[in-house]
């Protein structure tokens, strides 16, 4: 009876009250509310995210003079040149060795500033801090004045001790290396900070009940620490992992990708072709190389972390 | 209601108002509307002042507003915008261009012959390499600009060439008109024995071997004396002849004799290593030896300037040009190309060389006589040689040239020819540096 009677009242209603009464509604729900919030943001993303992205995989796709559609043929022409070859190892095994590195490093900087007393954690954690919280062109600057050609403070050490000084950024490993250890100095204080959290969210009572089971340091390290703290790891490596590979600053200030293009990576080489060389298609290729690979690597490790997730929840 | 009517008096007032107004209208810079300009943001500050200073006169003149940027080519900041506003279709009306950047964003210019044309009454015509950077299909699409402009010629330290290799370069290459003694002499063979012996001596020549702009101009003007091309002008490669073949036999005997750091020489590097007193000689323009004479004034005291050496297909000195363009999207051309003229006429241009102590240098042969050169100190005449005088029986090159531009801006910014004498310093056969620019040459052609 009394639908029946709200559904004579709404037929009686004229059109534009309805109309005002939904749009009432629409506005009161949590869903169009959260949606109006996150708008301004969305926005942004489109904005400088999306359609940036969208345009620089349009022009990947477009001849030198940007008037022919050319599809994956610039990826392939890539594909064929040693310089770009060289370009794809040295990406490489900058981002991974210097991933591995700062996983390494964080991890047993975080376990020894996890055990230092509270009061004086937060002096260390601050000072180790730093090199992260310099920005990276200006900390950048600093270690090419070290390795510099004519005024290197290192090889000014190494000659007053009586050693030939050498030419770090002026031959193909050393200067690898040096790229390496300058990514590393500056990545290995985010990884620190995120496996501490990580730690100090480890319940305290699950290494009590394991030393009560008589587990060592390592087992604990082994079955409690590392199981606990995996989904941080996961999702940090992956991060830095595609922030390593689409480093610019230091290997545009040390070398600018020499000697003879042995350090350019992904970010240095789609500059020097696109900006510097006029060919935008083949920057744009350049620079979208890694993103399937990475897209695909992304994808699993997270599809692990929810699963993770969602065991430790049940 | 109000009333809209127009009332016969209300219109008489409005016709005498409007026919006062001519009368009282104040005439300000903006009357004739407003333009926008990118100039290159020069080394030397006062450059920038007496640009500032030309633009306000032209400004005041025309009655036209000037809007001027100076972008700096540091961290490629003026190359970035200039590709942004290209890709946008909006931005300044006239713009600074470098040496390749004209070429590059031929599509995108405004034809000029229309002030080539009026220029070539006053100033004459600019050098070769202008052309083949700025003319295509026979139209100038940029005017040729001293502003940023500049010759790598050699900069040598008095004193130690003397002691370690003999060579009197102030009396090879007197501060005087008319032919210098040196100049015949002057070759990359008699380069190569003096490299050996200032090594010897513990001060070796800056030449660097890196992917920059320095290295690629000095390996340029190296390969261009042999005439050796990698590209020719059709767009053919050519690194499989003879001639580069020599020039490669050559850099091999001479790279040995380079600092073990030359691989890693940025633009800077060069400069260093003359100021802290570790070179003997390196090719650049006079701003090392600017900051010299303020950081190491002894230094600065012991530099001299002359043309580099020569080789079988003669004396090349690598030019940096730089442009001036007008966007097709500008929307005042014809204030932007007023200015332009105004601006190459030699009265400005000698002003600006004169403000820049010397740096800025003309790609017009008419203007290699300025005083500024002959009168800059220390020592008296430093200067005198920065110039192409008509007895170096040089030429100004580009790296890169005469490969058509679209090839030769790759082959220059990826510093294709330094890294070849780069892989011979570590050891490389020529027959693998060859087949390695190959390659790399192959991939430059890609239309």
């Not at chain 1, 975080?110 to 954690?125: E, G, K, V």
């Not at chain 2, 130690?160 to 005087?176: C, H, N, R, S, T």
């Not at chain 2, 531009?405 to 020819?417: D, L």
């Amino acid at each position: 009876m009394v639908d029946g009677t709200r559904e004579l009242a709404m037929a009686a209603e004229p059109p534009r009250a309805a109309a005002c009464r939904r749009w009432r509604r629409l506005l009161h729900r949590r869903s169009t509310v959260a949606l109006l919030m996150c708008l301004p943001m969305i926005l942004l993303i489109g904005g400088l995210v999306l359609y940036p992205a969208l345009y620089a995989l349009y022009l990947s796709m477009l001849n030198r003079r940007m008037t022919a559609f050319v599809g994956l043929g610039n990826f392939l022409f890539l594909l064929h040149r040693l310089t770009f070859q060289q370009v794809i190892f040295q990406s490489s095994l900058f981002a991974i060795s210097a991933v591995l590195l700062k996983a390494f490093f964080g991890f047993i900087l975080a376990h020894l500033m996890h055990n230092i007393p509270n009061r004086h954690q937060r002096i260390w954690r601050g000072l180790l801090l730093v090199p992260w919280v310099i920005p990276l062109a200006l900390s950048t600057l600093g270690w090419w004045w070290l390795f510099d050609p004519s005024y290197s403070a290192f090889n000014y050490v190494l000659k007053d001790l009586g050693f030939t000084p050498v030419p770090w950024l002026g031959v193909a490993w050393p200067a690898r290396l040096c790229m390496i250890a300058v990514n590393v100095w500056f990545g290995t204080s985010f990884f620190m900070i995120m496996y501490l959290a990580a730690l100090k969210s480890v319940p305290e009572q699950l290494y009590e009940a394991a030393a009560i089971d008589g587990a060592g340091a390592i087992q604990k390290m082994l079955y409690i620490t590392l199981p606990m703290i995996r989904n941080i790891i996961s999702v940090t490596v992956l991060y830095s992992l595609i922030v390593t590979f689409a480093n610019f600053d230091i290997v545009r200030i040390l070398t600018n990708g020499g000697p003879e293009d042995s350090t350019h990576v992904f970010a240095t080489y789609a500059f020097q072709v696109g900006i510097q060389s006029g060919d935008v298609p083949l920057g744009a290729s350049v620079s979208l190389f890694m993103f399937p690979l990475l897209a695909v690597f992304a994808y699993f490790v997270l599809r692990n972390v929810t699963r993770r997730g969602k065991e430790m929840a049940v | 209601m109000r009333s809209t009517t127009l009332s016969r008096r209300r219109a008489l007032k409005l016709g005498v108002a409007a026919t006062a107004l001519p009368l009282v209208h104040i005439r300000t810079a903006g009357a004739a509307g407003s333009v926008s300009i990118v100039f290159f943001d020069a080394w030397v500050q006062a450059g920038n002042t007496a640009m500032k200073k030309q633009v306000a006169a032209w400004s005041e003149k025309n009655k036209v507003e000037v809007k001027a940027d100076f972008l700096s080519t540091a961290n490629n900041q003026i190359v970035i915008t200039e590709n942004a506003e290209a890709q946008a279709g909006a931005g300044h009306d006239a713009y600074s261009f470098a040496t390749w950047e004209a070429p590059t964003h031929l599509d995108y210019l405004e034809p000029m012959d229309d002030v080539m044309a009026r220029l070539a009454t006053t100033i004459g015509p600019p050098n070769d390499m202008a052309a083949y950077l700025a003319k295509s299909k026979g139209h100038w699409m940029a005017v040729p600009s001293s502003s940023g402009g500049q010759l790598k010629g050699c900069v040598g330290r008095i004193s130690i060439l003397k002691q370690a290799a003999g060579l009197d370069v102030m009396e090879m290459f007197p501060a005087a008109p008319g032919a210098s003694p040196g100049v015949d002499g002057w070759t990359w063979e008699a380069l190569l024995k003096a490299a050996e012996a200032c090594s010897k001596a513990g001060k070796p020549f800056g030449i660097g071997l890196g992917t920059t702009g320095d290295s690629s101009d000095s390996a340029g003007c190296l390969f261009a004396s042999f005439g050796a091309e990698l590209v020719n002008a059709k767009g053919e490669i050519a690194v499989r002849s003879d001639a580069v073949r020599q020039a490669l036999e050559y850099a091999q005997r001479l790279v040995k004799f380079l600092p073990p750091n030359a691989v890693g020489y940025d633009d800077a590097s060069n400069n260093r290593a003359l100021i802290s007193g570790q070179a003997a000689l390196i090719f650049n323009p006079p701003s090392a030896w600017a900051v010299a004479t303020h950081d190491a004034p002894a230094v600065g005291a012991d530099c001299w300037h002359f043309p580099p050496p020569a080789g079988p297909k003669g004396r090349f000195v690598s030019a940096v040009e730089y442009f001036w363009g007008v966007w097709k999207f500008a929307r005042n051309k014809t204030a932007a190309k007023d200015l332009i003229e105004y601006l190459s006429q030699r009265e400005q241009v000698e002003e600006r060389c004169a403000a820049t102590m010397g740096y800025d240098m003309p790609p017009y042969p008419s203007m290699m006589d300025f005083n500024v050169w002959a009168d800059e100190t220390p020592p008296k005449g430093t200067l005198y040689n920065y110039p192409i005088r008509p007895w170096h029986k040089a030429e100004a090159h580009i790296s890169g040239a005469p490969a058509p531009p679209a090839i030769g801006v790759q082959m220059y910014n990826r510093g294709t020819m330094p890294t070849m004498m780069a892989k011979l310093k570590s050891g490389e056969s020529i027959a693998n540096v060859v087949g390695w620019a190959e390659n790399e040459l192959e991939g430059f052609l890609r239309g």
